[in-house]
């Protein structure tokens, strides 16, 4: 007999997981536990702070919602309007030195001469070619050129892909494209180039909303907080160390066995698998593919530069820099880094060289968070990449040689992104199944590999829509049909609508009158 038995066993606290377990809460039905190795809640969503105070979540994450159901969550965590800022996005390429707006493929027109000849080229070829195509791309770099041209191939969205995903664009597939990569409009285009213009913003995060305080992890943090405490297990006495799939029953670090009937899992199911000992299902993961994400921070003194601005994340497609983004998280939140009047010494100028004095001064203090990818086919010297970094900012003239830097962070996520790779669809068609024939759910940004849907209020909603369909068998949209999601404002779930399964209808139903 387990030591703890549930109806729905919840592994890992990240988006995924407190989806699922604030779906548990809102339906007050079976009963369930929420596990994480961690002491606090976020996983991949998570915020650390360096020991002078600056904060950096764990990769580029920004609010922006498909789902009411998610907002209504995270506001009911964060209820207070000074719990958030909103920003319009403002995002730029940096490209031969100048800045073009983002999207790059819609701002040709910021290019020198000879590359705006290029890339109308391959535009148009590329349109013309589209009109009498009869097949669909195979690969993401076929995507690229039926799309945007030679032109725009070669000058950035090759270059830069292969910085992000570190893998090159023909080992992608296409099917995940959705509404994350602009398709140009050339007449736009040619418009734009001719009259000098550039082309607004575009994408589903053009406005977003950040924290005030603590971060994206406090978000988290916070939604953790309106769960009952006796359904949470964090820190060692939550880590996972095997999952026994016939027996329907997890063995945690502490010794403690815990029995359920349903499993939802937001571990990578690589490792998932590893831990269920099932040597089939190990041989079918291996076919996923992922890169690893490096997140460094670099934080300075002085005040924010103007050339900065109000700039929010940044694109690097040239090999002058190490890294593919940059988020100037300073503009985020005012108390994303230490208050101006806190002293703190300087560790070195930004060219390596002695700090003019050891002395702690008061700032004000601004701050940088890159991100550079790692793969089998991409590799990092890691020894030296926050060195490396640095000089890539002093490159790109993001900071200056004798800028001060006052603190550094370096993180590594071994499962940074989770590759569209030409053979993910024939692994997940095999693989997830096989679990849910054995009782398991396995979903989140790793659990279900989709990156496509791997946004925090996707994510989130993975595992809402898991127990709804272990409750009532209803289907899971945002896993099966990202496109639809993704196109739409999903309004069907609200947090204050109370929660009927099957056969179970309200005490009085609503008269036409009423209605």
Excluded at 83 to 95: C, L
């Amino acid at each position: 007999m387990a030591d703890i038995k549930v109806d729905v066993l919840v592994i890992g606290a990240g988006p995924t997981g407190l989806g699922a377990a604030k779906r548990l809460n809102h339906i007050n039905g079976p009963s369930w536990l929420i596990l994480d190795a961690n002491d606090k809640a976020g996983g991949l969503a998570s915020t650390d702070v360096t020991p002078e105070g600056f904060l950096y979540d764990v990769g580029g994450h920004v609010i922006f919602s498909h789902y009411k159901y998610f907002d209504d969550c995270i506001d009911e965590a964060l209820p207070k309007p000074d719990d958030w800022y909103t920003h319009q996005r403002i995002s730029y390429v940096r490209y031969k030195g100048q800045w073009v707006p983002y999207p790059f493929q819609n701002n040709i027109s910021m290019l020198p001469k000879e590359d705006q000849v290029k890339c109308i080229d391959g535009l148009i070829d590329a349109a013309m070619a589209a009109r009498v195509a009869t097949d669909k791309p195979k690969n993401f770099d076929e995507w690229i050129l039926r799309t945007c041209g030679e032109g725009v191939a070669d000058v950035f969205m090759r270059p830069y892909n292969y910085k992000v995903w570190a893998v090159p664009t023909t080992k992608m597939q296409c099917q995940w494209l959705g509404e994350r990569v602009a398709a140009p409009d050339v007449k736009l285009v040619t418009r734009n180039v001719i009259l000098n213009k550039t082309a607004g913003n575009w994408g589903p995060n053009a406005t977003f909303r950040f924290p005030a305080r603590d971060g994206t992890g406090g978000i988290w943090i916070a939604v953790s907080d309106t769960l009952p405490e006796k359904n949470k297990r964090y820190g060692e006495k939550g880590e996972v160390t095997k999952v026994d799939a016939d027996k329907k029953v997890v063995t945690l670090k502490d010794g403690t066995t815990v029995g359920y009937d349903k499993l939802i899992n937001t571990m990578a199911v690589d490792h998932l698998v590893e831990k269920m000992g099932n040597q089939e299902l190990i041989t079918l993961s291996k076919g996923l593919y992922y890169s690893s994400t490096h997140v460094i921070g670099v934080g300075i003194r002085g005040e924010r530069p103007e050339r900065i601005g109000d700039k929010c994340w940044l694109y690097f497609p040239e090999d002058n820099c190490p890294f593919y983004r940059a988020t100037i998280f300073s503009n985020y939140s005012p108390y994303n880094q230490p208050q101006a009047d806190v002293k703190l010494p300087t560790l070195y100028k930004a060219d390596g060289s002695k700090a003019d004095s050891s002395e702690a001064k008061p700032g004000p203090y601004w701050s940088i968070m890159l991100e550079v990818s790692q793969s089998t086919m991409k590799p990092v010297d890691e020894e030296n990449i926050l060195k490396d970094c640095i000089q890539g900012l002093i490159n790109t003239e993001m900071i200056k040689p004798e800028d001060e830097i006052i603190s550094t962070y370096h993180r590594k996520f071994d499962h940074g992104y989770p590759t569209p790779s030409l053979e993910r669809e024939g692994v997940l068609k095999e693989l997830l199944p096989k679990l849910q024939e054995q009782g398991i759910w396995s979903r989140g940004r790793f659990g279900s590999w989709r990156y496509e849907v791997g946004n925090q209020d996707h994510s989130f909603m993975l595992g809402v829509e898991a127990v709804d369909n272990i409750v009532t068998g209803a289907v899971e949209l945002t896993l099966n049909y990202p496109d639809f999601v993704n196109s739409r404002a999903n309004t069907e779930r609200r947090l204050d609508q109370p929660f009927y399964s099957a056969g179970t209808p309200p005490k009085e139903l609503p008269s036409r009158e009423r209605a």
